[in-house]
């Protein structure tokens, strides 16, 4: 066993008695707090064709866009403008929830670059927009980044009824970066419109890049807190519920919508690109897949997905493909083979196979533990209490290192960035006493960690 993280968590329960008294509080408060329970149908209305596996990869969306202000970009326009958004402070006003017009406008004029960016998928797109100047420009310039609805013209940059957010100014620092996140809706072109913060010809010449990326809110952030929360599964009831946390720390709880007899929810992630978590349920029996659309913990609809074939389970959902679109991982225990279904929402668009595991291994969790923008496998071994992590490429095994040793007592159930730090963390569950840790992360390292919340009895943590 690691003896360090031995140790640690075993050296918080010193605290006994303040963190008891806490928890015991946030159990007897969950029945009143949950509110009203919700029932929902599966869908009968889309197909669940049985899905083959294969090995298609589907082309990634461009991560990364380069440019020159002053100079038009590919298939973009450059020109000048009468005036342009001043806003202070470099603070996103907007996010996959809403957006918020700045309201202050500048007198210019400045010169801007509009790129157009199109989501051809079917799917909503909720993605951050990462902006960074790269030089000044001569003039000496600062830059802003901003989103407005295609085409764009140069009036359109006091109009807020074009306006889809901005990142703020970029601080006249090279390098520095401003990050807001929005969603572009299905089949739909968006313009970027970078500008310099002075008046012309200051910032010309200046270079940037805008960098896409694949959802900065956790997958199971149902409160839109920037935090995970745990989501729970009654099997006597078939009640589901959501517990917010902030960090390790029990901040309130609701009831999510009842499952049908013969399902279990699998992982939770945005499917249809709404900014909101949704579940994924199967089906054991019959091997299909349903995907609940949620707003918060609302059940808004259902769609079918893929069926699976005979041997396969579902384990995990991840995205693989440099989509942005989340992706099932399937697991056949007779071969220990794994699996990836490429999706697009609820819809089966392509699949490779994954690596095979050792034998007395089985997959925990999905994340990208080394931040290359590449989802891993979370290993767990419950006879010996060891961790690993095998780094992926899309669905190519390419290293390994062992993660921490888990307490006795404890299994790893789950990945997720629950200190915010930008690095995945496991999620830990003792089964005897309900109690659930965090072991906090740097890649494969281990950092510290944290006792979170106890389980009500009867209830199971089914996601992150």
């Avoid at 960098?211 to 989501?231: L, M, W």
């Avoid at 209490?385 to 307490?407: K, Q």
Wanted: with cysteine; net charge neutral.
């Amino acid at each position: 066993m690691n003896k360090r993280t031995t140790t640690t968590i075993m050296t918080r329960l010193g605290w006994g008695a303040f963190f008891l008294a806490l928890i015991f509080l946030a159990i007897q408060v969950m029945p009143r707090a949950l509110g009203q329970r919700q029932s929902a149908d599966i869908s009968k209305g889309s197909s669940n064709v049985e899905a083959p596996l294969l090995n298609q990869q589907p082309t990634p969306l461009t991560p990364v866009i380069t440019g020159t202000l002053g100079t038009a970009p590919p298939g973009g326009d450059t020109g000048t403008l009468a005036t342009r958004i001043n806003r202070p402070g470099t603070g996103p006003t907007a996010t996959c929830a809403g957006v918020t017009w700045p309201g202050n406008i500048g007198q210019g004029p400045f010169i801007y670059n509009v790129h157009y960016f199109v989501n051809n998928t079917a799917s909503p797109l909720c993605t951050p927009l990462t902006f960074t100047m790269l030089t000044q420009g001569t003039p000496v310039g600062n830059m802003q980044l901003s989103a407005f609805k295609a085409p764009f013209v140069a009036t359109d940059i006091s109009n807020s009824a074009r306006y889809l957010g901005d990142a703020g100014a970029s601080s006249f620092v090279p390098g520095v970066q401003t990050t807001f996140e929005l969603t572009i809706p299905a089949n739909t072109t968006i313009a970027l419109v970078v500008f310099n913060a002075e008046q012309a010809p200051e910032g010309l010449g200046g270079t940037y890049q805008i960098e896409f990326s694949c959802g900065s809110s956790p997958a199971t952030d149902f409160n839109h807190n920037g935090k995970p929360d745990y989501v729970l599964y009654a099997a006597s009831t078939r009640h589901s519920a959501v517990w917010y946390l902030n960090n390790n720390v029990f901040a309130g709880s609701a009831y999510g919508p009842t499952l049908p007899a013969g399902w279990n929810v699998v992982s939770v992630a945005d499917f249809n690109g709404d900014g909101q978590p949704d579940y994924v349920l199967f089906n054991p029996s019959t091997r299909r897949t349903v995907f609940w659309y949620l707003s918060g913990v609302t059940f808004i609809s259902s769609a079918s997905g893929p069926t699976l074939p005979s041997g396969w389970a579902l384990v995990a959902v991840g995205k693989f493909n440099g989509d942005c679109q989340p992706d099932y991982v399937l697991y056949n225990a007779s071969t220990r083979r794994t699996a990836i279904w490429y999706l697009n929402n609820n819809v089966f668009a392509g699949s490779v196979y994954g690596p095979t595991l050792a034998a007395g291994w089985r997959l925990a969790g999905v994340a990208d533990f080394n931040q290359n923008g590449e989802t891993d496998y979370a290993l767990f071994a419950p006879g010996t209490r060891r961790t690993a992590i095998w780094y992926l490429s899309g669905g190519t095994f390419v290293s390994a290192a062992y993660g921490p040793t888990i307490a006795s007592g404890y299994e790893l159930t789950g990945t997720a960035d629950f200190s915010g730090d930008g690095k995945a963390d496991y999620l830990l569950y003792n089964p005897s006493n309900r109690r659930t840790a965090l072991y906090y992360l740097n890649n494969n390292v281990y950092t510290g960690s944290a006792y979170g919340p106890i389980l009500a009895a009867g209830w199971n943590l089914v996601a992150p």
